[in-house]
C-alpha cells in the first residue's frame, strides 16, 4: 500500500514557474513508476508526465513538452515536477499517481487506469 501526498500548487502569473511535490509512503517507493496526471474543470484527467523506477526514462505529454520537469529521489520518497512557461490552459488539479514497475513496467505509462495508487490533488492556476 502507497499513500501519496502532494504538496506545493499555488497561484502563478503566466510565464512564471512553479514546482509541486509529491511524497509518498513506505518502502517500496523505488519499485513504482511514477506519474503526473491533471484535471480541469469540466475536462477529464490528463496525463502529463511518468518517470520510470530508476528515474533513467521519462515521457511527456506534448502539451508540456519542453517546459515541465519530472524526477524523482527514491532515498526521500518523493517525485517532483517543475513546470516553467506556465500558461493559462496549465491551470488544473495536479495528482501524482503510482504503479508497480513489475505489473506494467514503462508500458502505457500515460494510461490512468493502470495506476493503483493517487494523491488528493494539488491546485495550481495560471492567471493571464
Known amino acids: 500500500q502507497v499513500q501519496l501526498v502532494e504538496s506545493g500548487g499555488g497561484l502563478v502569473q503566466a510565464g512564471g514557474s512553479l514546482s509541486v511535490s509529491c511524497a509518498a509512503s513506505?518502502?517500496?517507493?523505488?519499485?513504482?513508476?511514477m506519474a503526473w496526471f491533471r484535471q480541469a474543470p469540466r475536462k477529464e484527467r490528463e496525463f502529463v508526465t511518468a518517470?520510470?523506477?530508476?528515474?533513467?526514462?521519462?515521457n511527456y505529454a506534448d502539451s508540456v513538452k519542453g517546459r515541465f520537469t519530472i524526477s524523482r529521489d527514491n532515498a526521500k520518497n518523493t517525485v517532483y515536477l517543475q513546470m516553467n512557461s506556465l500558461k493559462p490552459e496549465d491551470t488544473a488539479i495536479y495528482y501524482c499517481?503510482?504503479?508497480?514497475?513489475?505489473?506494467?513496467?514503462?508500458?502505457?505509462?500515460?494510461?490512468?487506469?493502470?495506476?493503483?495508487?493517487w494523491g488528493q490533488g494539488t491546485q495550481v492556476t495560471v492567471s493571464s
Open positions: 499517481a503510482a504503479r508497480s514497475r513489475f505489473t506494467y513496467g514503462f508500458y502505457d505509462n500515460p494510461n490512468p487506469t493502470t495506476y493503483a495508487y
Open positions: 513506505g518502502r517500496t517507493f523505488s519499485t513504482y513508476t
Open positions: 518517470i520510470t523506477w530508476s528515474g533513467d526514462n521519462t
